[in-house]
């Protein structure tokens, strides 16, 4: 079984100042990691995601994350915030059972409010 | 846009009751996924259908069912409600059933058990 842990349920920061959502997460198996992002009033979309080679990823609005199998975490970061990043922030993972396949379930975190202030 | 469409997007129903929750994947999309979440449970996987039939279980009560039709839209159909039922219900869709795939939700279909 999978799990993931969001160490912080909400994070204040103010415009410009770097920020860092922490994931860590459990599994027996290889896995695949995502970051979404869901704004008020809308669905989660994906923001990024690890698969394979190079362990830092990032998405086209400056964030990224970084896989780090011995510590199983997938942080997010970013260097400098702004008001419109203010949203609810998933770590999720998906992988495949030992001598099975998954079928692209994933299993999120409880979410992070990242609320960016003036 | 995400290109999946749930409705309704609020229902406010009684406790006993039975509602049906309808979801249309982004077009091409074979793979579709029932997600709820609720403030205290999070997002909590329901169940995965795949060109129609059945290919993963979550966290589903009995008093829960789903299917995919056809043209791949899908229903959940949540019955006896409870007040605990009340949460937002999300459908996601992917074009392959593989851990690889994006996810692409929809808006959600609020669900009010009164």
């Known amino acids: 079984a999978q799990s993931v842990t969001q160490l912080d349920s909400q994070v204040p920061v103010f415009e410009e100042a770097p920020v860092e959502l922490r994931c860590n997460y459990s599994?027996?198996?290889?896995?695949?990691l995502f970051w979404y992002v869901q704004y008020p009033n809308q669905g989660l979309q994906l923001l990024l995601k690890y698969l394979s080679g190079s362990t830092l990823v990032e998405s086209i609005n400056g964030f990224e994350a970084e896989f780090n199998k011995s510590q199983t975490s997938f942080h997010l970061r970013k260097p400098s915030v702004h008001i419109s990043d203010t949203a609810e922030y998933f770590c999720a993972v998906s992988g495949s059972n030992a001598g099975g396949t998954s079928y692209g379930k994933l299993t999120f975190g409880q979410g992070t409010i990242l609320t960016v202030h003036p | 846009d995400s290109g999946v469409t749930q409705t309704p997007k609020h229902l406010i129903t009684a406790t006993g009751q039975r509602v049906t929750l309808r979801c249309s994947p982004r077009s091409g999309d074979l793979s579709v996924y029932w997600y709820q979440q609720s403030l205290d449970q999070g997002l909590q996987f329901l169940i995965q259908y795949y060109n129609g039939e059945e290919r993963a279980k979550g966290n589903i009560l009995e008093r829960f069912s789903a299917q995919q039709f056809p043209d791949l839209h899908s229903e959940l159909n949540l019955s006896s409600l409870e007040l605990g039922d009340s949460a937002l219900y999300f459908c996601a869709s992917s074009l392959i059933q593989g851990a690889a795939g994006e996810l692409f939700f929809g808006e959600g279909s609020r669900l009010t058990v009164l």
């Open positions: 599994s027996s198996v290889s896995v695949y």
